[in-house]
């Protein structure tokens, strides 16, 4: 189904697995979340209005975890999804991190805290099945077969559609491991990929993409403005403008505020002046154009950046200026 004015997010076939989904997801990890000084980041009211947003322009992929705001983005998503066809959207939330103070077994993805929190995140998002249900890192003490036969018996008693593995881009082999274990045994395997992906985070090019093309899976990349980098609201001369740099940690900071990143992000405001539109709708732009990735996961604290954001999917860049974004920040694969 394309694009069109009123609703400019048209669709895409989530990998192999035959489920039509959107062009650009919705990540809601701020919704519930607490400053520093226990401010909400996005509250209720906000949230909803958000979700309003993407669905009106088209939005059909919805993605959480069970730990985002304590549960109650969950929650949230729940009670704005009562009032609409559930059938008509794609949700998607992870388990890994541990929810209960003093519990061990709050952790991880052994069958006991798999099945419990499948049970809990259901509830809390008032629905009887997960499109996708993610594992939010690999857990080292369980084994794969653990894993992967678990997670296959929630496909077979109908509580999730397919399996997704997020944040593991240095450890690709493990997936491709428990992937050859579940079609061997004639399981469910991960269908979905979520790494860190962005103009200026290229670790995932080279094995990692290969590796996606290969088999068949989506690959549907978190942060694609580098944690705020690529939005333009960081100068070269002093670091930041806009907010104290005392906000950022030093690891951010060293990570994101470099001269090359800077290099890269001169290239991009070219580019975004030639398209008459802004940096991080280019910075989107071209993840939607490049090849081996099938949806970013776009988040936003108001409705107008969440719209900004969105406006993204109708932005067209031509060889060239998609050549010049790519060799900006290339990693070693970049070619692949």
């Given amino acids: 189904m394309p694009p069109t004015d009123d609703q400019p997010l048209g669709f895409v076939q989530l990998g192999d697995t035959g489920l039509q989904t959107s062009a650009l997801q919705f990540g809601t990890w701020r919704f519930g979340k607490r400053t520093e ?15 309003d ?33 559930r059938d008509r959207y794609t949700i998607a939330s992870k388990i890994y991190w541990q929810v209960r103070d003093g519990d061990p077994n709050s952790r991880g993805t052994n069958r006991k805290t798999i099945r419990n929190r499948i049970t809990a995140l259901l509830d809390r998002l008032g629905t009887e099945y997960l499109d996708v249900l993610y594992i939010h890192r690999w857990d080292g003490d369980t084994t794969a077969r653990e894993l992967m036969r678990t997670l296959n018996d929630l496909v077979a008693d109908g509580l999730v559609h397919y399996l997704g593995a997020s944040t593991l881009q240095p450890n ?13 045994e004639g399981w469910e395997p991960f269908s979905v ?24 899976l989506a690959v549907c990349p978190w942060s694609p403005l580098a944690q705020g980098f690529l939005t333009g609201k960081y100068s070269r ?24 990143n800077f290099d890269a992000h001169d290239v991009l405001d070219a580019v975004a002046d030639e398209v008459e539109a802004s940096p991080p709708q280019v910075a989107l732009a071209w993840l939607l154009h490049r090849d081996g990735i099938t949806a970013p996961i776009v988040g936003a604290r108001t409705p107008d950046q969440l719209s900004e954001n969105i406006d993204a999917a109708t932005i ?21």
Avoid: C
Avoid at 37 to 51: F, K, P, V, Y
Avoid at 74 to 80: L, N, Q, V
Avoid at 321 to 336: C, H, K
């Fill in 37 to 51: 000084s226990g401010d909400l980041e996005i509250s209720e009211q906000r949230a909803h209005d958000l979700l």
């Fill in 172 to 184: 690709a082999w493990r997936i491709a491991r428990a992937n050859e274990l579940a079609r061997a």
């Fill in 237 to 260: 001369d002093d670091g930041l403008t806009g907010e104290s740099k005392a906000s950022d940690s030093s690891r951010w900071a060293d990570t994101y505020l470099t001269d090359a």
């Fill in 316 to 336: 067209d860049l031509t060889d060239d200026q998609m050549a010049r974004l790519t060799d900006a920040a290339a990693g070693p694969y970049a070619d692949l």
């Fill in 53 to 85: 947003t993407y669905a009106d322009a088209g939005g059909r992929y919805i993605d959480t975890a069970d730990v985002y705001g304590g549960g109650d983005s969950e929650r949230w998503i729940g009670d704005w999804l009562s009032d609409r066809d």
């Fill in 193 to 216: 990929l979520q790494p860190r992906y962005n103009l200026v985070d290229r670790e995932i090019e080279g094995d990692y993409l290969t590796f996606a093309r290969e088999q068949g």
